[in-house]
């Protein structure tokens, strides 16, 4: 009996994390944020309006405890991992951002943010039948709250015009459809008389 149940164990052991997965809790750091950014590919692939070029790839940024995660992920062909300063430095305005992923039980959560559709909360991964599963354990929407992100990352920094952040300053803008800056640098007030 023991030398039947070995080649189904090597198996197991030579196939990948998430094949083998009994809880959510069993998959790697990596496959978790891949298969968030895909729970939330419609938003973070979109541009940050209408007039504004498409994302190709989600842009994912790590923040407080979930600041060690950066050693376990790496960038995809579907995710670019980028440091606060590099998403400052290409002014992007469509991002996840996560602060917090930890385990519950056989589950795990995430506190995220993508303040260009104004959401953020904390989400629930489960395992069913061999997949991840996202619930909303404490999700919101506030255009206050998107405007405090972008008030926090991009108060006082200059406009770049074309950039996903020029196009989403102005968007209520006549200047909205070029792309261009309304002003040379952006609110540190999170105003929406400024915003």
């Known amino acids: ?8 164990l090597l198996a197991c052991l030579l196939a990948s994390t998430a094949a ?3 809880d959510a809790s069993d998959y790697s750091a990596q496959e978790l944020v891949e298969a968030l950014t895909q729970r939330l590919s419609k938003s973070l692939l979109a541009g940050p309006t209408r007039d504004a070029p498409a994302n190709t790839t989600a842009i994912v940024v790590l923040e407080g405890k979930a600041l060690p995660l950066a050693a376990k992920l790496q960038s995809t062909p579907g995710m670019r991992l980028l440091s606060k300063e590099q998403l400052v430095a290409e002014q992007r305005a469509n991002f996840l951002i996560i602060s917090q992923l930890g385990q519950q039980g056989p589950d795990m959560l995430v506190d995220y943010e993508t303040p260009n559709n104004a959401s953020f909360g904390t989400l629930r991964i489960q395992q069913k039948d061999g997949k991840l599963v996202f619930k909303a354990e404490d999700t919101y929407r506030s255009s206050s709250g998107a405007r405090a992100t972008y008030a926090r990352l991009y108060g006082g920094q200059a406009c770049r015009n074309g950039s996903e952040m020029a196009y989403r300053f102005n968007y209520a803008d006549s200047y909205a459809r070029s792309g261009e800056c309304p002003v040379e640098r952006f609110p540190k007030s999170d105003s929406a008389f400024e915003w």
């Not at 009996?1 to 189904?8: D, H, S, V, W, Y």
């Open 1 to 8: 009996m023991r030398l039947a149940a070995t080649p189904l």
């Open 20 to 22: 083998c997965a009994k």
